[in-house]
């Protein structure tokens, strides 16, 4: 039996950006929603609510970079923060195992699977992303996926809201979406 499994309901019509619905079937369960970021389909009022992990696969055949982002809805278990997070990095793991094989093998090339970081050592769990396309930026922390139209709004918002201090808003790791 696979750990993971992705569901599409064919009655319904999936909403912008979503691909399906990833369920979890080892401890901790969880069922999430997946969606593909690039080329980025929402409006910059984006809010997906739930502790979640952003990543980016490169195929081998087509050489694109892919971000996407899976958004635990319900945490069946109860798991704590850190076991979710764990169970949610190995759905997308497999997730980019599903996509390498449906995209079959090219000699000498590899598919790859990156997890965007951390914005700073003083913000764990706190990954930016650029989305150099529009000028946004996505911001993805323990409880959400947020869009953002500015750098200056998105470091308002890590003070004001999420009760960092200025210092350690002022400097880190932005990954790129350069598509």
């Known amino acids: 039996m696979s750990p993971f ?9 999936m909403p ?14 969880f069922f ?3 969606y593909k970021l690039t080329p980025f389909p929402f409006e910059s009022d984006m809010y997906l609510g739930g502790s979640n992990v952003l990543f980016n696969y490169r195929s081998a055949v087509t050489g694109e970079l892919e971000y996407y982002v899976l ?3 319900h945490n069946l278990e109860e798991a704590k923060p850190e076991g979710l997070q764990k169970a949610l990095h190995k759905a997308a793991e497999w997730y980019a195992t599903v996509l390498s094989k449906s995209a079959g093998k090219v000699a000498g090339k590899r598919h790859e699977l990156a997890f965007a970081g951390d ?18 930026y996505l911001l993805s922390h323990d409880k959400a996926v947020e869009c953002f139209e500015d750098f ?3 470091q308002d918002y890590l003070v004001e809201f999420l009760k960092y201090p ?14």
């Not at 706190?126 to 150099?132: A, F, G, K, P, V």
């Open 152 to 154: 200056v709004e998105l």
């Open 166 to 179: 200025v210092e350690a808003v002022e400097q880190g790791l932005i990954n790129i979406d350069k598509g």
């Open 32 to 34: 999430a929603k997946l």
């Open 119 to 136: 914005f700073n050592a003083w913000m764990p769990n706190i990954r930016i992303l650029q989305l150099t396309a529009k000028g946004w």
């Open 5 to 13: 499994y992705l569901s599409q309901n064919p009655l319904e019509r």
């Open 71 to 73: 958004v635990a809805k």
């Open 16 to 29: 912008v950006g979503m691909i399906g619905y990833v369920y979890g079937t080892v401890k901790p369960r």
